[in-house]
């Protein structure tokens, strides 16, 4: 009796630790800009690591975690780092760091998901506390609580130390999730309004960043989750609450809630903006320097690859161009395949408001790795992580739907 009271204690002590890094996941972000050089004692990455702990009782987890493809998918990404610090250069210890950080988010991503896949109801308040607790730090932010100048409604809000495309895709993820799972709390309308007033605060900061695979990705991922989704009888609400965000758009841009610089480049999308990316040029550059370095510059080490060109930035931009460039195409063919199988997943999900989060929010990461460096980062391992989740809450509402013993609580699924 006393071994399973500590196991249901750790147990909680787990779902709990995993609930904190979620919801902190936004101010986990501004901690740089919080406590400047002292990136590394962030309390959020210490709690990280204390899930390496519990990784190594792997053999429990192969029969409470059904997709162990993806899983060890990932696991050879992270194993591929670890390797690659053999030709690492110039920095072989700015390489185990970078490798040491992926399998620390690795065991957060696994151990988080066998802990909470069975507590729906736990889920759902935690879904609300994210989107909540990003509202506030985005209400800090817009009264330029983090920023070192004066705030404009013509200007991106910047951060100092850190870029404001990190912060921007962290307030995405949060905005995206929260849209995708509204209807989670229709049976609380009271819950509901407060989740959509929460959800307007973040699109609304989402706007002031500028970043536009963030704006436009949240409205594209919406659209694709429907279309992929929809019944014919939704499809009414669902033209009805496009137009109203298409009409909020038009509002958005004729009354100067943003102006100036900020609204040409949010709204300025003509094929000329498009073809002069700099990153098109990050990406080009990036591939011929591959083509003569085989092996890649090893884990970490992607900065010294773009100090040879002439480039502001230091990095690709792009998580699949970034992994083949560090780790060889191997990494890459490897992400590559654990997205094919992701989707491939997602797409064989029985109940359909899990389908469509998932849907949505793949769809959203993906536009997301496909314009930013996030292998090594949170931005990276949590959305994974909400995407598995959803895949093992499908799989275990129609393992047990017929059993009476089965604790799912899946009642406004």
């Not at 997709?67 to 998918?73: F, G, M, Q, S």
């Not at 506390?129 to 330029?144: H, N, P």
């Not at 900020?262 to 498009?274: G, M, S, Y």
Request: hydrophobic letters at 55%; a positive charge; aromatic letters at 16%.
């Amino acid at each position: 009796m006393k071994i399973i009271s500590n196991f249901c204690r750790l147990d909680l002590v787990l779902k709990l630790i995993s609930a904190i890094l979620i919801i902190a996941f936004p101010l986990d972000q501004l901690y740089p800009v919080i406590c400047p050089n002292m990136d590394f004692l962030s309390p959020l990455k210490i709690l990280s690591g204390f899930f390496v702990l519990f990784i190594f009782r792997i053999k429990s987890f192969n029969a409470s975690i059904h997709y162990k493809k993806e899983i060890y998918l990932l696991l050879s990404v992270v194993l591929l780092c670890f390797i690659s610090i053999s030709w690492a250069e110039p920095d072989k210890f700015r390489a185990f760091v970078y490798s040491l950080q992926m399998f620390v988010l690795w065991s957060f991503c696994i151990v988080s998901v066998k802990y909470l896949k069975s507590d729906f109801k736990f889920v759902k308040r935690l879904i609300f506390g994210m989107v909540v607790f990003a509202a506030i730090v985005a209400i800090f932010i817009l009264l330029g609580f983090f920023s070192p100048s004066k705030l404009s409604v013509s200007n991106r809000i910047g951060f100092g130390l850190i870029g404001l495309n990190s912060i921007a895709i962290s307030m995405g993820y949060s905005a995206m999730l929260g849209i995708l799972c509204v209807s989670l709390f229709s049976k609380r309308r009271l819950l509901q309004i407060i989740f959509i007033i929460c959800i307007c605060v973040i699109c609304y900061l989402v706007l002031r960043l500028g970043t536009r695979s963030v704006i436009w990705g949240i409205l594209v991922s919406f659209v694709l989750a429907n279309i992929f989704v929809l019944k014919k009888k939704d499809f009414k609400k669902f033209i009805l609450t496009f137009l109203i965000i298409i009409i909020g758009c038009v509002i958005i841009y004729n009354l100067d809630i943003v102006k100036g610089y900020l609204a040409d480049r949010i709204f300025d999308l003509n094929a000329e903006t498009i073809t002069n990316n700099s990153r098109i040029n990050l990406w080009l550059k990036g591939i011929n320097w591959y083509f003569s370095n085989p092996l890649g510059s090893g884990a970490g080490n992607e900065k010294g690859i773009y100090m040879l060109f002439d480039t502001q930035s230091k990095e690709s931009h792009n998580t699949i161009l970034s992994t083949i460039n560090q780790i060889s195409i191997v990494g890459g063919i490897l992400l590559l395949a654990f997205l094919f199988f992701m989707i491939k997943k997602g797409l064989s999900i029985k109940n359909r408001t899990l389908k469509y989060i998932f849907i949505g929010f793949y769809i959203f990461f993906l536009i997301q790795i496909f314009k930013g460096s996030l292998l090594q980062t949170r931005l990276f391992w949590h959305p994974i992580m909400f995407l598995l989740l959803t895949l093992e809450i499908d799989f275990l509402i129609y393992e047990k739907q017929n059993s009476c013993t089965s604790k799912l609580d899946t009642s406004e699924v």
